[in-house]
């Protein structure tokens, strides 16, 4: 596309990368209109910690000049780290005083920090992208469904940072998600140092992941004196509504899960067994290792959208923001050479390549957690990679190995 005046440009999804790039390109002086679905910046629960890593989501909070911002908000202890299997024994602990640069942050407040960075009317609530058309000349229409009525938008170059299930990315290709074999049941216990103090210890400052016989209970401490506990079970598709379970009723979802932990350690069952009453039930997807697409004038993508996985490489929101950063960088070249296109284009190539080798890595992650006999062979594989980069602080080697 060769423009001759300023493009217009809609960014659909005001989630972590719709966010980062829109700040971006508040701080270029490029219009952009944002597009996010959900009513309000309060009307969902965000879920829970995110530890962002130096190269990636930290590098794109540095150009968005957020860094110290973030640095007040952020968690150092919480990178600590502590691996076990179904009976409690101890496969890896990192007690990471000094931290390798990764703290965590809880997503609430990741969202709050970009949300405030941006004019107070910057992100259109309420407004569900329904369709995109094409029309003349690179450009798309954006059907919009809102309380309001309904609207239509032209624009020169349409950003899907909508996610999982985005509306822009069948546009560019008919690959669609695929289940990723895990489905999982988000929960949560408050005020957890009065309530479940022994759990409290056993968590510590950061994370604490228990795997065995393919099934997973994986804790974080959030910054809110919460601990939240993801029970990931590898299962069909279906199994959640299989078990005609009531998911919604948390005394039936705990007792439904009690019995498939039943073999588990009292301690670890104690995660489930006190949990409180907001248990989400959710079906974990994820796009082909290698999932590309040809570049077309008016359209990319970013985040998931571009490359939904797993959260077992702890990548996804990483990619996302630095995907922001990358492509604010294209469009404020391609506009200043009056060539969105190929900017663009040079966009995809590079954050295509970056995002097969993650993908792939939380691919191989997720077949080592849900092992029969792990975390043994996770364990084995965390401890070559750490060997090659230098030994970490407080590696504790299985004792049974
Ligand atoms: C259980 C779980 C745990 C995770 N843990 C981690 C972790 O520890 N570390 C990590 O890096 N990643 C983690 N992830 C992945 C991470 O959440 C995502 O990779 C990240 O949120 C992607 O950001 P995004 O901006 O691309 O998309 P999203 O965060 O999905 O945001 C998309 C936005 O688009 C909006 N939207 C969607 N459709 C429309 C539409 N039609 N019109 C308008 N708006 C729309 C949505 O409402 C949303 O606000 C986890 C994911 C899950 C499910």
């Not at 809609?10 to 002086?29: D, E, K, M, T, Y």
């Not at 509306?167 to 408050?190: A, E, G, M, N, W």
């Not at 062979?377 to 080697?397: L, T």
Request: glycine share 8%; with cysteine; proline share 5%.
């Amino acid at each position: 596309m060769t423009t001759t005046t300023t493009p217009r440009i809609a960014i659909v999804g005001a989630g972590p990368g719709g966010l980062l790039l829109s700040r971006l390109l508040h701080l270029a002086s490029i219009p952009f209109t944002l597009y996010e679905r959900e009513p309000h910046r309060h009307s969902r629960e965000q879920g829970g910690s995110l530890d962002l890593h130096e190269e990636s989501g930290q590098l794109a909070l540095k150009e968005a000049q957020l860094i110290d911002e973030f640095r007040k908000i952020a968690r150092a202890e919480g990178e600590d780290m502590r691996v076990v299997d179904k009976t409690g024994h101890l496969h890896w602990e990192e007690v990471d005083t000094d931290g390798h640069g990764r703290p965590e942050v809880d997503r609430v407040l990741l969202r709050g920090l970009l949300l405030d960075s941006l004019p107070e009317d910057a992100v259109e609530w309420g407004c569900k992208v329904g369709s995109i058309t094409p029309t003349e000349g690179g450009k798309h229409d954006i059907h919009i469904e809102a309380a309001s009525g309904s609207e239509r938008e032209t624009f020169d170059l349409v950003v899907g940072a909508d996610g999982a299930w985005s509306k822009v990315r069948p546009l560019l290709s008919d690959t669609k998600p695929q289940y990723s074999t895990i489905s999982c049941l988000d929960t949560r216990i408050h005020s957890i140092d009065t309530k479940s103090p022994h759990i409290s210890r056993m968590v510590g400052q950061g994370s604490y992941f228990a795997f065995s016989d393919c099934k997973g209970l994986m804790a974080q401490r959030n910054g809110d004196g919460s601990v939240r506990t993801y029970a990931m079970l590898q299962v069909g598709e279906t199994w959640l509504k299989d078990t005609g379970v009531d998911w919604l009723d948390p005394e039936a979802a705990k007792e439904f899960l009690l019995k498939e932990y039943a073999d588990w350690d009292e301690c670890l069952k104690d995660l489930i067994r006190h949990a409180d009453s907001d248990i989400t039930p959710r079906v974990l997807y994820q796009l082909p290792t290698d999932f590309a697409w040809t570049s077309k004038q008016g359209l990319t993508l970013l985040g998931d959208a571009a490359h939904l996985m797993t959260p077992f490489a702890g990548e996804g929101v990483n990619l996302a923001m630095l995907d922001g950063l990358e492509l604010s960088k294209a469009i404020i070249h391609g506009t200043k050479l009056r060539d969105l296109t190929s900017a663009v284009r040079k966009y995809e190539e590079e954050m295509m390549a970056r995002s097969h080798e993650k993908m792939e890595e939380t691919w191989r992650n997720l077949e080592l957690f849900f092992q029969k006999d792990a975390p043994r062979e996770f364990v084995k594989a965390f401890e070559e990679i750490m060997a090659q980069r230098g030994p970490p602080p407080n590696a504790m080697p299985d004792p049974q190995a």
